[in-house]
C-alpha cells in the first residue's frame, strides 16, 4: 500500500527549515527517503530502519517512529540546492525486508532566494 | 563504476511497434527494479528481479515483459506499444540481504512518447 506524504507541495526561502511526512496504514521495517531535481533520476538521502539503525545525508536528517508507521525528513537552513520532489520509500513486510519499495506520491519542495 | 546504464535516452514509438529499453549494473547488486514515473506524479513499480533467473510482477506489469538472464542486466520489453506507456522509464539496482533492502541506484532514465 501507497504510503501518504504531506505536505504535496511547500515554499521556503533559503535559511527556513521544513519537515515533510510519510506515514503508512502497515507496520514498516524500513523506510527510505530521495530527492528528484526536475528531469533528473532519484538520488538516495537516507534510510531508518526498524530498530533504530539509520544511515543518510550529513545535512539532512530523519525519524521513524514505527509504533505510529510514520516517518519524518526535516531539512534544516534549507537551501537552493534542496529544491526538487522528495519521495518516501516503504518496504512491504515488517518481517522481511526483501521487499520492494512503494513509493509515496512525493512533496514538492521549492527553495527561494 | 559506471553505476546503472539506460538505454536508449530518448524514443519515439508508433502505436503497436514494441522495444527493449536496455539496463545494466556493474555494482554486484542481486536486486533490479523498473518504474514508470508519468508527468508528476510518483514511481510506480513494474517489474523487480531478486537475482538472475527470478523476476516477479509489481503494480503495473501489464503490457511489459523482463529477463534477468544475468546479475547485469535487465532489459525491459514493451509489446504493442500503446500511448498510455508513454513515460519516463527508470532502472534501479540495489544490494539486499539479512533482511535489509539498502539504497536503490537509478539509472538516468529513458522518455518514451507512443503517438
Known amino acids: 500500500q501507497q504510503p501518504v506524504q504531506s505536505p504535496q507541495a511547500v515554499i521556503l526561502r533559503e535559511g527556513e527549515d521544513a519537515v515533510i511526512n510519510c506515514s503508512s496504514s502497515?507496520?514498516?521495517?524500513?523506510v527510505h527517503w530521495y530527492r528528484q531535481k526536475h528531469g533528473e533520476a532519484p538520488i538516495f538521502l537516507m534510510i531508518?530502519?526498524?530498530?533504530?539503525e539509520q544511515k543518510g545525508h550529513d545535512k539532512i536528517s530523519a525519524s521513524f517512529n514505527e509504533k505510529k508507521q510514520q516517518s519524518s525528513l526535516y531539512l534544516t537552513a534549507s537551501q537552493l540546492s534542496y529544491s526538487g520532489t522528495y519521495f518516501c520509500g516503504t518496504d512491504g513486510d515488517v518481517y522481511s525486508g526483501n521487499t520492494p519499495l512503494v513509493f509515496g506520491k512525493g512533496t514538492r519542495l521549492s527553495v527561494i532566494a | 563504476n559506471a553505476g546503472v546504464t539506460q538505454t536508449p535516452k530518448f524514443r519515439i514509438l508508433k502505436i503497436g511497434q514494441s522495444m527493449t529499453l536496455q539496463c545494466a549494473q556493474d555494482m554486484n547488486h542481486n536486486y533490479m527494479y523498473w518504474y514508470r514515473q508519468d508527468p508528476g506524479m510518483g514511481l510506480k513499480l513494474i517489474y523487480y528481479s531478486v537475482g538472475a533467473g527470478i523476476t516477479d510482477k509489481g503494480e503495473v506489469p501489464n503490457g511489459y515483459n523482463v529477463s534477468r538472464s544475468t546479475t547485469e542486466d535487465f532489459p525491459l520489453r514493451l509489446e504493442l506499444a500503446a500511448p498510455s506507456q508513454t513515460s519516463v522509464y527508470f532502472c534501479a539496482s540495489s544490494y539486499s540481504g539479512g533482511g535489509i533492502t539498502y539504497e536503490q541506484y537509478f539509472g538516468p532514465g529513458t522518455r518514451l512518447t507512443v503517438t
Open positions: 502497515k507496520a514498516l521495517y524500513s
Open positions: 531508518l530502519l526498524k530498530g533504530g
